[in-house]
Structures are given as C-alpha cells and as structure tokens.
Nanobody
Framework: QVQLVESGGGLVQAGGSLRLSCTGS????????MAWFRQVLGKEREFVAA????????YYADSVKGRFTISRDNAKNMVYLQMISLKPEDTAVYYC????????????????WGQGTQVTVSS
C-alpha cells in the first residue's frame, strides 16, 4: 500500500489562498491517479480535483474550476492543490487519494487515503 500525508491546511479569509501538499511513497508513484476530495460532517465526500497517472490530464469539479489547480511532481513524490479565491463553502477536511487505475470522480474507487487536513474559510 502507498502511504499519503497531507499538509498545508489552515484558516484563511474569504478571497484568500492556500496550497495543499500531499506526499506519497513508492517507486511507482507515477503509475497512480492522484486526487483530492473534501468532506463536511454529515455530508458525503466530494470530488475536488484529480491528475491522471500518465500524461498531463487534470480534472476538476465544477464548483472549483478556475479557482483550484492540481499539479504533481513525480520526482518528489508529491501532489499539490493550489487554491485561490477561497469561499466559505470551501470549508472542509481535504483528503489526498490514489488509485492504480484511470481517473474516476468517486471516493469509493480510491484505495489509498491520507488522514486529511482542515481548511477553514471565514466570511
């Protein structure tokens, strides 16, 4: 199993920005689709963004398109989520996830998860 660790969460005012990082392990890191999900207590885990295991394909939820950017650095075994123009509705626990298969925007499809990092956006 691959181990994932997120960092970079925190408290920010509406309109501000944050950069989340996810560090993975394994020599085959580049073979995994990497994704970000978020969850609010009492609600289902929501897809945010993903980066394909090969090539340069990135995918985004409509709610974050144009504001969030996912990127990966395979040499460093890291995935990032740059978030700008944050809104109070972006408040959630953000999770890094991985699967050794093509991108799917469903949390149940992902095999490996980090512990999450809290993002809180104040109004």
């Amino acid at each position: 199993q691959v181990q994932l660790v997120e960092s970079g969460g925190g408290l920010v005012q509406a309109g501000g920005s944050l950069r989340l990082s996810c560090t993975g392990s394994g020599r085959t890191f580049s073979a995994y689709t990497m994704a970000w999900f978020r969850q609010v207590l009492g609600k289902e885990r929501e897809f945010v963004a993903a980066f394909s295991r090969s090539g340069g394909s990135a995918y985004y939820a409509d709610s974050v398109k144009g504001r969030f950017t996912i990127s990966r650095d395979n040499a460093k075994n890291m995935v990032y989520l740059q978030m700008i123009s944050l809104k109070p509705e972006d408040t959630a626990v953000y999770y890094c996830a991985a699967r050794r298969a093509p991108y799917i925007p469903k949390s149940l499809a992902y095999d490996y998860w980090g512990q999450g990092t809290q993002v809180t956006v104040s109004s």
